[in-house]
């Protein structure tokens, strides 16, 4: 268990400073456009360290992957839950979701849809790779 605890906390903190690279990111955007004028401090604190957070967490929880009795459809499942409740709950907490019904459903259903759609994705690419490593080894 100790070695899974170490390897998310490695894994978050060489990723971590993606979060606040992304945030940076939209909100020039947002600027840009006109979406966003100003933000106060406490925003810009805020949004750095929970966007921070967001992205440690995101990739250390893939060392879930690498615990081997755990099927991949369990390690995916637990990967999208944590990830589903990492993101919601800092959307909520930083106001950028509103804390409503419509916002939650419209959000949870991009979220699974997205992932869904990332996880097709991955499998048809590693299922084409490892057909072609397989054929090259015969």
């Not at 020039?28 to 360290?49: H, M, P, Y």
């Not at 907490?93 to 916002?103: A, I, M, T, V, Y």
């Amino acid at each position: 268990m100790r070695k899974y605890v170490v390897e998310f906390l490695k894994r978050g903190m060489m990723f971590c400073f993606g979060g606040p690279l992304v945030m940076a990111i939209i909100y020039f955007v947002l600027g840009a456009f006109g979406e966003l004028q100003t933000l106060t401090v406490n925003e810009v604190v805020s949004g750095i360290f929970s966007s921070t957070l967001l992205a440690f967490i995101a990739a250390g929880v893939t060392v879930i992957y690498t615990i081997d009795k755990l099927s991949p459809f369990s390690a995916a499942l637990i990967h999208g839950v944590v990830l589903y409740f990492d993101y919601i709950l800092l959307y909520l907490f930083n106001g950028w979701l509103q804390s409503s019904l419509k916002p939650i459903m419209i959000f949870t259903i991009c979220f699974v849809l997205g992932y869904l759609i990332i996880w097709a994705i991955v499998f048809v690419v590693t299922r084409k790779c490892t057909k072609k490593l397989n054929e090259s080894l015969n």
